[in-house]
């Protein structure tokens, strides 16, 4: 029974059972679904052939439900409705409102755009399911190539290998010296680069990519004499030291953006000769891109749009001395 209703039954036959159940009839279920009556029978009678039993008595002036009928007409309106929903799904999934929505981020994009980013589409976009992924572009690569990731968001290193992606720049991040509200330096900007070295020094491993670029920034902005940095693979552990203690650090200043929003962190006056360090989004070039995807730069960019109005971010998103190539 239950293979032959699985194999057999359509959901139009249940329509129009469902129809004849309200109507109380043949003729008057067939005008209420502008079809001839013929038809209205035909579909009764397939539906009583697959069930194993008639579905409706017949009476001299119209039809009357029985048991089998009524468990064919609920069970077939919440089928309906499963399907209505379906329809609606794909309707929210073609504007980008609904489905689902995975993310590989890159460490700086974890903590920096993306969290305010995803507020954002989240408000505009509820019914939207999202999951972020983070790794390294090593890591997340495969994952792209395979299809487990609609995009990757973050730092557009070079591919060390051939890849058919798509690398698009939306913004930049520049790299600064950073430390807590109230640190002795901020009182002495005309040499808080001179004196840098009288503090603390907190960076990134240098098992970490960003460790080697920052390394290679405070090279080249003459930066050598600060003392032996402590070094951590974590972010969370180097923004505490530089929240609570008089250590400074050297990042881009955007995986901090919401400490220096509120003003527990800020910029100091150092110079940095740094790279232009385009950021942006990965995506494989022959996949069509999902409307979700579409909302997720949408938000982004008016995420961008206000950090830049707060001075946070560049408008060229370079920094001021910056160095071709790095």
Known sequence: MRSQINARLKLRQIEIAIAVAEQGS?????????????????????????????????????VMINPFGRAVVERGRAMLSLVERLTDDIG????GQAGTLVIGALPTAATSVLP???????????????????GRTAELMPQLESGKLDLIVGRLY????AHDVHRETIYHEPISVLARAGHPLLDRPGSAGAELGR??????SLEQRLGQEIDAV??????????APLRSTSISFIRELVLSNDYVTILPRLMLAGDLGRGAVRILPVPMVSGSRPAGIITLRHRRRSPSVGALLAALRDHLRELRATGLLDEDGASPDTLTGM
């Open 26 to 62: 043949f003729l008057a279920a067939a005008h209420a679904l502008s079809i001839t009556q013929p038809a209205v029978s035909k579909a009764v009678q397939d539906v009583e052939l697959i069930v194993g039993h008639p579905i409706f008595d017949r009476m001299a002036r119209g």
């Open 92 to 95: 929210l999934i073609e504007q």
């Open 116 to 134: 305010p980013t995803l507020g954002r589409l989240r408000a505009s976009n509820p019914e939207l399911n999202i999951r972020l992924v983070q």
């Open 158 to 161: 070079e591919l060390e290998t």
């Open 199 to 204: 503090f603390g020094l907190v960076l990134p």
């Open 218 to 227: 405070i090279a080249y902005s003459g930066l050598e004499m600060l003392a």
